[in-house]
């Protein structure tokens, strides 16, 4: 996996080497640009020269030409990853400003801004400026994976968050928050010279100090408020909150190797390993996947999906109040319907997926339908499939017959009746001998 990272100064990784070494030992070529650099391309030929960028806080106003909004734009069309990381310290670049702006994100007006906190800081290192946030890891994302962010974190271990910039989150259905500070912080610009900050930027659970962004092809955008918390010196370190309470082992360096897995496609990421929809009827040929149905048709779909977990795929599973649907559907659905684990299905062997699956009846419509599956979750990568085919009326000796019906059955016996009096009718017409004359037969000339 090709991973760039773009630095001011190439020196500033030794900063990082932790958190590097981290992403180098799970199989990452990491390669090292300045913005200004010349030979820097996100693109070689039409294709992506990276799987994923880091983008470091640089002093530069901005990234370059080859870092323009409309390029990073392209390259999570494209299906590329990017970390972003911002420093209090430093002016956040306008073309990133640009490019979150873009992403529903709002960072302060002066490109500066910092988040302090007065009961939630670290005492040791933050006494006087309050900027370093100690914090309890967020809690779990899903509670049914333990390694998703705050999951799995000991009890005396705390989060740092030192000298951060906190964003304000628009109301797209594609970011999530993964830490929110907490209901006593607030930022400001540092460098206005009053004792009390009037114009506040954003205050409490406004603030999204480290957010995730996944577009509809699953490509991944997170945003961390303090590149601080991934340099080495935060990784070891303990802090303590000015309310008395002991020393706690920074969370940081779990949190790193989380956040970046999800940004980089290390989890989160689910597979469909196979589709199947068939007749679901006795005496069916069991066809797989046939292009055409008839009206009122039993019908069973089945799906096959699997999630990556760091090394591994592992069966896919939802939680049993946030089913997978599947959507029979022409303009809009006909049918919605939750998808149930199949313990049925032997999955071909496969012990690595969850097969779910549904039965149900065509409705009494025909015409051009869509098996659909649309199932976007946060922090899961999206799945969209969708399998077309032909629904056709019942043929002329499809249809049962009507002596089956016991409601054609009154309709039956009235044309028994009438046919058996027309017939009754006409036999006592042509039998019946004519009444003759009294005086017998008059013939004429």
Known sequence: MRLLAILDDVADKENYSKFLGDLESRGFQISFENPKSESLALFHLGERSYDHVILFPTKAKGLGPNL???????????????????????????????????????????????????????????????????????????PDVKDFFGAGADKNEALAFPRGVGAALGASELLTPILRAPRTAYS??????????????????????????????????????????????????????????????????????????????????????????????????????????????????????????????????????????????????????????????NNNGASDAAVYSTTFKLPDQHGIFNFKINHKRPFLSNVEEKNTVSVRHMAHDEWPRSFVITGAWPWIAGVGVTVAGWVGFCALWMYSAPVGGKGGVKKTQ
């Open 68 to 142: 323009t909004p409309n390029i990073l734009v392209d390259f999570m069309n494209a299906n590329g990853n990017i970390l972003v990381t911002l420093s209090s310290g430093v002016a956040v670049p306008s073309s990133l400003v640009s490019l979150l702006s873009e992403l529903d994100i709002q960072l302060p007006t002066d490109r500066t801004g910092l988040v302090v906190d007065h009961f939630n800081f670290d005492a040791a290192s933050a006494a006087d400026k309050h900027d370093v946030l100690v914090l309890a890891p967020p809690s779990p994302i899903r």
């Open 188 to 345: 400001y610009n540092p460098k206005e010279q009053t004792e009390v900050a009037d114009d506040l930027f954003a205050a409490g659970e406004q603030l999204a100090l480290v957010s995730a962004f996944q577009a509809r092809n699953s490509a991944r955008l997170t945003l961390v408020g303090s590149a601080e918390m991934l340099q080495d010196k935060w990784f070891d370190a303990e802090v303590s909150q000015a309310d008395g309470k002991k020393a706690a082992k920074t969370f940081n360096r779990e949190f790193a190797k989380r956040v970046s897995g999800w940004t980089f496609n290390e989890i989160g990421v689910v597979r469909v390993n196979w589709i199947e929809h068939h007749l679901d009827e006795a005496g069916a040929t069991n066809e797989s996947n046939p292009t055409i149905y008839r009206i009122k048709n039993d019908v069973k779909y089945t799906i096959s999906l699997s999630e990556y977990a760091w090394t591994t795929w592992t069966p896919f599973t939802t939680p049993a109040t946030d089913a997978l649907q599947l959507e029979f559907s022409m303009l809009s659905p006909f049918h919605r319907l939750a998808l149930k684990p199949d313990n049925n299905s």
